[in-house]
């Protein structure tokens, strides 16, 4: 998993509680991801649960769910796809070439939207801001998810972005 995050987010792995109580103690052993930070490696089997400590208030948290133990081999040819945005800065992400799903999501973790490209596929994406029913998406933090597909079609890797969009 790999994350890359914006001067004013981070994130930290907290319990349970902590997640459920919008609080902000770090776990002890748990990854952190400082402010500007960024963070690859793998995590192990369970659900993860984080917050960003300077919003975890307002419910930015989000979890981790790590399912088996099998590690698909290391990605070696990578190129750049970017996700534009409307009312925010342009996400630029290192694919492989492989199929990927990017997505977006709100802060309980929900997906708004989302689209699976093939490695032949690989272009700008322009989000219009709108939810997958076609209804506006309001001002607020969201994330841009990309996760590498597998054979068939399993996940095996994701890059998570923080945004905040504005209409």
Known sequence: ???TLASNHNAVEVSQAT???NGTTALSG????PFSGEKKGGLSTGTHYYVCTNHASFGMKGQVIVQGGTLV???VHLSPLMLRIPGASPIAFTAPDRTVRLSILD???EILWSM???ADDRRDVV???KNSSGGDVST???SARLMVLDDRNQPTSQTVKLFHYTP
């Open 1 to 3: 998993m790999n994350w």
């Open 19 to 21: 997640y459920n109580a």
């Open 30 to 33: 748990g990854f952190s991801v």
């Open 73 to 75: 081999s290391a990605v």
């Open 107 to 109: 802060v309980t973790g």
């Open 116 to 118: 699976d490209l093939s």
């Open 127 to 129: 989000w219009n801001g």
């Open 140 to 142: 607020g933090i969201y």
